[in-house]
T-cell receptor, first 113, second 113 residues
C-alpha cells in the first residue's frame, strides 16, 4: 500500500518567494495533519483536517501560512511570502478514526535563503 | 495543559545491551500513547501504541512499552539493541477524537559496536 506521499522532498528558494508543499494522504484516511520540525522547537502541529474540513489551525504561526484540502486525496501548505525562519522539515500525516495512529510522509526539507 | 516529557535528550548504549527510554505525560483523561522512531532523513514510523487493555504492549522491531497510570509513564524498552536501532525516538500522546498528537522532544539513541 502506498503511504503518505509528500512533494517536493527538498525545496530551496529565496526569501519572499511563494512556497507550496503538497501531500497525498493514505486512501481511506479521513484526517490529515501538517507538522513542522525544527531543532529549536521540535515537532509542532500546524493544522489538521477531518473530512477535508480544517478543525484546528491554532498552530499555524502566521498569516503567511495557509493550508487547503480541496478533496480527500490532496492537501497543500502554502507560505507566502517565505522567510528564512521558515526553514524546517514539514511533515504531512494522515489517520483514520480516533483508534488509528497517524502515518507520516517522508517530509519536505525547506530551505529559505 | 497536556504535555509529554522525554527526560533524556541523548542516550548511548552498546550493541547487545538492553535499552529503556523514558516518557512521562500530563493529561487529565486516559490517553492514547504512541512511540515513533525517526531515522535520518526519514519520516516518523510507528513503533507501538497503547489505547486500552493490557498495559504491556508489543511493537515492531522487538520493542515493547509499559503504561503505568500511577506514574504517568509509558517507557519504551528493548532487551538487546542492534546497531540499526540508532535513531531518534519520540513519545506522543493523542488527544480527543481526531487523535491530535502532542510529541515529546525526542531521545536520540546512539549505538556503539
Amino acid at each position: 500500500d502506498a503511504g503518505v506521499i509528500q512533494s517536493p522532498r527538498h525545496e530551496v528558494t529565496e526569501m519572499g518567494q511563494e512556497v507550496t508543499l503538497r501531500c497525498k494522504p493514505i486512501s481511506g484516511h479521513n484526517s490529515l495533519f501538517w507538522y513542522r520540525q525544527t531543532m529549536m522547537r521540535g515537532l509542532e502541529l500546524l493544522i489538521y483536517f477531518n473530512n477535508n474540513v480544517p478543525i484546528d489551525d491554532s498552530g499555524m504561526p502566521e498569516d503567511r501560512f495557509s493550508a487547503k484540502m480541496p478533496n480527500a486525496s490532496f492537501s497543500t501548505l502554502k507560505i507566502q511570502p517565505s522567510e528564512p525562519r521558515d526553514s524546517a522539515v514539514y511533515f504531512c500525516a494522515s489517520g483514520g478514526n480516533s483508534n488509528q495512529p497517524q502515518h507520516f510522509g517522508d517530509g519536505t526539507r525547506l530551505s529559505i535563503l | 495543559a497536556q504535555s509529554v516529557t522525554q527526560p533524556d535528550i541523548h542516550i548511548t548504549v552498546s550493541e547487545g545491551a538492553s535499552l529503556e527510554l523514558r516518557c512521562n505525560y500530563s493529561y487529565g483523561a486516559t490517553p492514547y500513547l504512541f512511540w515513533y522512531v525517526q531515522s535520518p532523513g526519514q519520516g516518523l514510523q510507528l513503533l507501538l501504541k497503547y489505547f486500552s487493555g493490557d498495559t504491556l504492549v508489543q511493537g515492531i522491531k522487538g520493542f515493547e512499552a509499559e503504561f503505568k497510570r500511577s506514574q504517568s509513564s509509558f517507557n519504551l524498552r528493548k532487551p538487546s539493541v542492534h546497531w540499526s536501532d540508532a535513531a531518534e525516538y519520540f513519545c506522543a500522546v493523542g488527544l480527543g477524537g481526531y487523535n491530535k498528537l502532542i510529541f515529546g522532544a525526542g531521545t536520540r539513541l546512539a549505538v556503539h559496536p
